[in-house]
Structure formats: C-alpha cells, structure tokens
C-alpha cells in the first residue's frame, strides 16, 4: 500500500516516461490513481497494487511549499 499519498503529491518513479521525467503528479485518489507526467502533462491511470510496485519515492505538498513565518 501507499502511505500518506495525497492529492498533489509528486511522486518519483524507477523509470522515466519517454519524454525523460521520472516525476508525476497525483491529481486523482481512488481504487486507481491518476497521474499527469510534470515534463509533459500526460496523464495516466495506475491501481494502487501498481503505482506501489513502480513508485521510488514521495515528495508531499508540504515539503514544497515552506510557510513564509
């Protein structure tokens, strides 16, 4: 399974999509996932037993996006 996976996570996969990036961002949460490649916006439907399989690692929203205090 895939802990703390929220929407808007990017998520780094083993292998890069033919246009040559490894990160996706997640833009659907269900019994499948939905992914949008970031180097060129194609989107792409995984289940969950999948993305686990192929996933390297998780970068949340969170750790993006720093409070300005």
Do not use: F, Y
Request: net charge positive; hydrophobic share 35%.
């Amino acid at each position: 399974m895939l802990p703390n996976l929220k929407m808007h996570d990017i998520v780094r996969l083993r292998k890069p999509h033919p246009c040559g990036s490894h990160e996706w961002k997640v833009v659907r949460l269900g019994a499948d996932i939905r992914l949008e490649c970031l180097g060129c916006q194609r989107l792409v439907m995984l289940s969950r037993r999948k993305l686990a399989q192929r996933v390297k690692s998780i970068t949340s929203v969170e750790e993006n996006h720093e409070s300005p205090n």
